[in-house]
């Protein structure tokens, strides 16, 4: 498993490199490891002297920020026995760390207000040590004046590598923000790379920032690189492991329109198969930014992956230059109306070195009549990941007038996948069912609930949702022992 055991730190600054799916050598080089890297992955059901556990990076925001309402913390225990050597730590961006041990019940939930453990700082990261597992740990985002709500899992990964493919800078209105968070004993160098619409550059400070060990840097992009639609960072660190995200949030005034909030985690690994939900054919389409991190040209196309079988969409190619990236507008193209739903799949022609994202703005037309009150606009991002699994484990947020959507799809070229979804909670889920290689299902939820899905073969798990708050989406948890990387 990929997750980090902080116990034995100082081993793990020297070890854990080697778990990564690539890291960038300065001569253009990729090296790829045979374990996928997934974001999030859970131990879980295991007996107590066979699992590793699990610790959990949570990064963000509180509501010490400007436009920020709250940040909150989410610890669900999955087992029916109480926890046990449960170990919280807080760090914040002024350099205060705070521990303590925490205990959350059978079968229960325990949540907590950063703003209630840290009274200043604007920026907090948290760790939490897991060690028999069977835990969930989410984090909670929501800026009501911007129409703005994220809501997702947290990590269990940390890398020497980092793409952030999406964030923006344009003024007025929009602030990015590169947040980098320590969490262990020694401190970290890193360098900062950034692609905007004058290509790869540096700023003055972004080499050689040092990242105080159990602390939280936040890099202010805005005023460093300003007026920038589209704005890519690439981080590598020359000492210790990171945990890193982008922070988008605007306000509706500047020349986009774009508002709300969205934070997102870098992507720690590049690949030349990448793969993303796409779209269920009803919602406007949104964005893929695709970057090339990398000293090497790489050349690709983004394929359009109907669930009709019988349907051919013209791909759409690129080429990319060292330290490049291309925005393709979905919206823009008239090949994808009636089509129906759709997966994408991003791939290259000759190397491995691509990382992307998914953008999505909403306007409130695209609410549903009866949906409970109005969504001026909103905006998410989710990165494309190279890996699938067989067992994940999702909390899917709907209400009455908000149903949340559970989406699933294949990504294999080849294997057709068996579905079994299972939840505790009296809701009603649907039989079991087949998805073609590429094809994807949607179930909406208008309740909240934890689901698990098993599949024969490796599959992707995504929830949504969009309401008067603003839009969210994210990847479900994997179950350690069942991801696998998805081959050609």
């Known amino acids: 498993m990929n997750a980090v055991r902080l116990p034995a730190l100082v081993v793990i600054i020297a070890l854990i490199v080697g778990a990564f799916v690539f890291q960038v050598q300065i ?24 699992t590793s556990g699990d610790v959990w990076f949570c990064l963000g925001p ?44 059978g079968k229960s939930q325990l949540e907590i207000l950063t703003s209630q453990e840290k009274d200043t700082a604007e920026y907090v990261g948290v760790t939490l040590e897991a060690p028999t597992g069977d835990v969930l740990v989410d984090q909670y985002l929501e800026a009501s004046e911007y129409s703005g709500l994220d809501q997702g899992f947290c990590g269990t990964t940390t890398s020497s590598s980092w793409v952030v493919p999406w964030g923006t800078t344009e003024r007025p ?19 900062l790379l950034f692609v905007g619409d004058q290509g790869l550059r540096e700023t003055l400070d972004s080499q050689g920032i040092v990242i105080p060990g159990r602390s939280v840097v936040a890099y202010e992009l805005t005023e460093r690189i300003p007026d920038a639609p ?49 779209s269920d054919g009803e919602q406007t389409p949104g964005a893929v930014a695709i970057v090339n991190p990398s000293q090497l040209v790489v050349e690709g196309e983004l394929v359009i992956r109907p669930g009709d079988p019988d349907l051919f969409v013209e791909p759409f190619g690129f080429v990319l230059r060292s330290g490049q990236r291309q925005v393709i507008e979905l919206s823009e193209y008239p090949r994808l109306e009636g089509i129906g739903p759709y997966s994408l799949y991003i791939r290259s022609f000759d190397n491995l070195n691509l ?134």
């Open 173 to 191: 209105g929009a602030k990015q923000t590169l947040l980098l968070y320590n969490p262990f004993q020694a401190a970290a160098v890193a360098d």
């Open 355 to 488: 990382s992307a994202s998914y953008i999505q703005r909403f306007l409130s037309d695209s609410l549903s009549e009866d949906a409970e009150g109005t969504a001026t606009t909103g905006v998410d991002v989710l990165p494309a990941v190279g890996y699938g699994a067989t067992y994940w484990l999702t909390k899917v947020l709907g209400t009455s007038g908000n149903p949340a959507k559970l989406t699933i799809f294949n990504p294999s070229l080849k294997s057709i996948a068996a579905i079994n979804l299972w939840t505790e909670d009296e809701v009603t889920l649907p039989d079991s069912f087949e998805l073609d290689p590429g094809d994807r299902a949607t179930l909406d939820l208008d309740v909240s609930v934890l689901i698990e899905v098993e599949s024969s073969s490796p599959v992707i798990v995504i929830t949504e949702w969009l309401g008067p708050e603003g839009r969210t989406s994210d990847y479900g948890i994997s179950v350690e022992g069942t991801v696998s990387s998805i081959q050609r």
């Open 27 to 50: 001569e253009g080089e990729v090296s790829q490891s045979k374990e996928p890297l997934a974001y999030s992955e859970l131990s879980f059901g295991l007996p107590q002297e066979e």
């Open 230 to 278: 589209l704005l890519s960072s690439y981080v590598e660190v020359r000492t210790g492991q990171l945990v890193v995200s982008g922070l988008s949030i605007a306000d509706g005034t500047a020349p986009s329109g774009i508002k709300g909030l969205s934070i997102v985690p870098g992507s720690p690994e590049i690949g030349g198969d990448l793969f993303l939900p796409g």
């Open 62 to 105: 509180t509501n010490k920020l400007d436009g920020v309402d709250d940040q909150t913390i989410n610890i669900s225990n999955l087992s029916s026995v109480g926890t046990e050597g449960l170990k919280w730590t807080i760090s914040d961006s002024e350099g205060n760390v705070a521990e303590r041990a925490i205990q959350v019940e």
